[in-house]
DNA sequence: CTTTTTTTTCACACAAACTTCATAAATGCA
DNA sequence: TGCATTTATGAAGTTTGTGTGAAAAAAAAG
């Protein structure tokens, strides 16, 4: 899961904390001590998610929050000391995404960040990995936003090993599961659609991996 | 995202409301009222997720649970009235991807879905020690996050070793386990895979011990 | 019905893995 | 220590599995 963070915090203490976790799940971290700081930020780059202390000097994170909500809609997750100021927020009636009082754990904090990505958001029944898109709905595969034409099996195909990342597949539950378990054909078939497909994936045709004497695997490395 | 669903719950009502909004997220849905009726539907069909009310008459949640994870691999969410209930839940550790309790908001099991769906979801089925770690779902083994190419035979192997941890065992009984029953091979033959199995492990290659007379055996202090 | 596309089969070449074997090293025991 | 037994290792030869192209068969499109 690919992830651009905002950390909006005054104390360099906690940023570096929580820089470390996200930069460990491969999010790519972007920090701000204030509130003005962090709207530049968010302006200049297309921030996913923001972590946002609501106690800061300078501009504080109530004007922050309602600022950045009157232009942009990107989930926050706020942190604060005392969990009376959840009422506050609430009397905001803002789109507060979570809510996490100090001291926090950094791994659930990471969790909710996740669940957030994960939920709602972005959009849904696509699968898309660096410069290529999957989208189920369409129909269609993209690389470098070009369309690649993919005969149907080719399609089914890969949307079974995108279902299955990182699992090594045997042909014969390949057979099963995209041709039925009342098929009988010969299990090298396969091979002939995988080639097919990694042709199509071009330079991506290295996520479909061999996995010898098993099948294929189709592999991201998160 | 294409998802078939199965609803596992004695409650019409809740079914119901769950299929609508399963519906307008465009999933396919089934559903049963019972365990066995739902064991008839996972067989006939090709599942991708199920929601199981763990509080169920005729066979209740945790006997259907229990056979369901023998035989099949599906992600599972399970709904429950009382939060009590994960803990006898965690006592099964089987593979339960998300827990809800009710009252639950239909919108949440639905994000709840679709992340599951979207995650590789599958449970992770590793075995770990230290810095080694085999996933037998991938078909791969990592040394310090460096993946380490072994050849199906040193798989297999190591797969029968970490399964049968500390105890000696005869190349004839290998043999059997690994070549068939029907294998008449020299005995040697499994020293020589030991050989590379272990120059594969590295630093951890005296995990395997020789066993004089006997065979070999993995050993795990711990 | 004809043409085009897709799917399937198949065989060959090549690479990877497996097995065997001879020899060296080590282990345990008298 | 010396001897017998067992295991480790390296270097063959053998077997197996996969990639690929071509062509037949089937399905879809025109």
Do not use: C
């Amino acid at each position: 899961m690919y992830v651009k963070l905002l950390i909006v915090d005054d104390e360099q203490l906690i940023r570096d904390v929580i820089k470390e976790y996200a930069l460990n799940e491969k999010f790519e971290v972007l920090e701000a001590e204030n509130g003005i700081d962090a709207l530049e930020k968010i302006d200049k780059n297309n921030i996913d998610v923001i972590v946002l202390d609501i106690m800061m000097p300078k501009m504080d994170g109530y004007t922050f929050f309602k600022t950045l909500k009157k232009d942009y809609n990107i989930p926050t997750i706020v942190l604060s000391a005392r969990s009376e100021e959840y009422d506050k927020l609430l009397g905001f009636e803002l789109g507060i995404d979570d809510y996490l009082t100090k001291p926090f754990s950094p791994k659930e904090l990471m969790a909710r960040i996740k669940a957030i990505m994960r939920r709602g958001n972005r959009q849904e029944d696509k699968f898309s990995y660096e410069d290529l898109v999957v989208d189920f709905m369409g129909h269609t595969i993209t690389i470098d936003n070009k369309e690649v034409n993919v005969t149907p099996k080719e399609f089914e195909l890969l949307t079974y090993f995108i279902k299955n990342q990182n699992v090594a597949i045997s042909r014969e539950a390949l057979l099963n599961k995209l041709w039925g378990y009342d098929y009988f054909g010969d299990d090298r078939t396969i091979d002939t659609h995988i080639k097919m497909l990694r042709n199509n994936l071009g330079k991506y045709r290295n996520l479909i991996k061999t996995v010898r004497s098993i099948g294929y695997k189709f592999e991201i490395k998160s």
